[in-house]
């Protein structure tokens, strides 16, 4: 991929490294619903946080395959309806790698603008199917889930990003 202008080359992402993340976001997803606040609606999904950010800066990696078995392994933890966080991941990878070419070239808090209906849509998804499946509503606390996910955004590049930078001293023998 060309990278835009005043960029820095990046490493290329370990396979060991995607999966990790992907699997201490899932190991975050179940210590916050286990803790103090117990499945609150507005807590941020950190799964949908690193998917969709591998899904946006590794599409040939991380695909709908990751999302529908993450996506399961949170309906399982949350005793959900079996499905529901598959269809809102699976969604959500989908319009990732649709955009994903146009959104790497913005800023990071830019791409965070960008990211936030995405995280919406699949909020969305996962808040009908509750509604009709069980008839419970959610409230207006969901709406702060998607805009924390999206505040997150910046913090979650720095933090998957720092493996893959580049030493900032150039060297003599290094050609790039």
């Given at each position: 991929?060309i990278?835009p202008?005043?960029?820095?080359?990046?490493?290329?992402a370990?396979?060991?490294f995607?999966?990790?993340?992907?699997?201490?976001?899932l190991?975050?997803?179940?210590?916050?619903n286990?803790?103090?606040?117990?499945?609150?609606?507005?807590?941020?999904?950190?799964?949908?946080?690193?998917?969709?950010?591998?899904s946006v800066?590794?599409?040939?990696?991380?695909?709908?395959?990751?999302?529908?078995?993450?996506?399961?392994?949170?309906d399982?933890?949350?005793?959900s309806?079996l499905?529901?966080?598959?269809?809102?991941?699976?969604?959500l990878?989908?319009?990732?790698?649709?955009?994903?070419?146009?959104?790497?070239w913005?800023?990071?808090?830019?791409?965070?603008?960008?990211?936030?209906?995405l995280?919406?849509?699949?909020?969305?998804?996962?808040?009908?199917?509750?509604?009709?499946?069980?008839?419970?509503?959610?409230?207006?606390s969901?709406?702060?889930?998607?805009?924390?996910?999206?505040m997150?955004?910046p913090l979650?590049?720095?933090?998957l990003?720092?493996?893959?930078?580049?030493a900032?001293?150039?060297?003599?023998?290094?050609?790039?």
């Amino acid at each position: 991929m060309i990278m835009p202008r005043g960029q820095q080359l990046l490493l290329p992402a370990s396979s060991f490294f995607i999966a990790m993340s992907l699997f201490i976001a899932l190991l975050f997803n179940m210590i916050e619903n286990v803790g103090l606040l117990g499945n609150a609606a507005w807590m941020p999904d950190f799964v949908a946080l690193v998917l969709l950010f591998w899904s946006v800066h590794q599409p040939q990696r991380v695909s709908i395959g990751w999302a529908f078995f993450l996506g399961l392994a949170s309906d399982v933890h949350q005793v959900s309806f079996l499905g529901q966080h598959a269809l809102a991941y699976v969604v959500l990878g989908f319009f990732a790698t649709l955009i994903h070419r146009r959104l790497l070239w913005f800023s990071v808090p830019s791409q965070a603008l960008q990211v936030l209906p995405l995280f919406a849509i699949s909020h969305a998804i996962s808040m009908l199917i509750r509604m009709s499946l069980s008839g419970s509503l959610m409230g207006w606390s969901m709406v702060f889930a998607p805009l924390l996910e999206a505040m997150m955004w910046p913090l979650m590049s720095i933090i998957l990003l720092a493996p893959q930078r580049r030493a900032p001293d150039p060297d003599e023998n290094r050609p790039l």
